[in-house]
């Protein structure tokens, strides 16, 4: 079972400023790697697709890169609406199996 | 655009088995451009997968729970069910219904199962 371990565990940042989370893997998972938006109250919101793909109608200041087992999710400039946990989520090719990392709070500063 | 609401009890008692509806709106379940499925949060912690369906009925699941699970649809009503057996409290979460596509594509708003008795 693939492992994804998040960090850090909590990144306390202004607005305006650049955050940076990592998710590494504890194998290769090519380049299928996801990540994902969660607001206090509301279901997660796919942000990355396939390590650096945008979903439909995600602002531009979030990026994604990495392949292999190290990923990087860049928000270049925070938006006081951008504060919430970070996922990262990978699925084995097969038989599919779905995990997720611990996540990481981007906290206001 | 698809919509996926829960429907189930919010409340199950130590040993008995959950059990949960997922209906999709704004597109057939038949489709084979998802995998339909189920995800938990319990409160304050992070999100687990608990298994997926495919529009053929292949499925696939948690190792961690796959003792305990069974996921089905019924096309004919456009839903697919989540059944977890033998709940104790570790089991009290938040559940989402989830297509997967790219990523979880699409999301319900999660339903509130509490283990108690």
């Known amino acids: 079972e693939i492992v994804l371990t998040q960090s850090p565990a909590t990144l306390s940042l202004s607005p305006g400023e650049r955050a940076t989370l990592s998710c590494r893997a504890s194998?290769?998972?090519?380049?299928?790697l996801a990540w994902y938006q969660q607001k206090p109250g509301q279901a997660p919101r796919l942000l990355i697709y396939?390590?650096?793909n945008r979903a439909t109608g995600i602002p531009a200041r979030f990026s994604g890169s990495g392949s292999g087992t190290d990923f990087t999710l860049t928000i270049s400039s925070l938006e006081p609406e951008d504060f919430a946990v970070y996922y990262c989520?990978?699925?084995?090719?097969?038989?599919?199996?779905?995990?997720f990392g611990q996540g990481t709070k981007v906290e206001i500063k | 655009q698809l919509q996926l609401q829960e429907s189930g009890p919010g409340l199950v008692k130590p040993s008995e088995t959950l059990s949960l509806t997922c209906t999709v709106s704004?597109?057939?379940?038949?489709?084979?451009?998802?995998?339909w499925g189920w995800i938990r949060q319990p409160p304050g912690k992070g999100l687990e997968w608990i298994g997926s369906?495919?529009?053929?009925?292949?499925?696939y699941y948690n190792p961690s729970l796959k003792s305990r699970v069974t996921i089905s649809v019924d096309t004919s009503k456009n839903q697919f069910s989540l059944k977890l057996s033998s709940v104790t409290a570790a089991d009290t979460a938040v559940y989402y219904c989830?297509?997967?596509?790219?990523?979880?594509?699409?999301w319900g708003q999660g339903t509130l199962v509490t283990v108690s008795s």
């Open positions: 989830e297509a997967a596509g790219i990523g979880f594509d699409y």
């Open positions: 704004g597109g057939s379940i038949s489709s084979s451009s998802y995998y």
């Open positions: 369906i495919y529009y053929s009925g292949s499925t």
């Open positions: 194998q290769s998972v090519s380049s299928y």
């Open positions: 396939d390590a650096s």
């Open positions: 989520q990978q699925r084995s090719n097969w038989p599919p199996v779905w995990t």
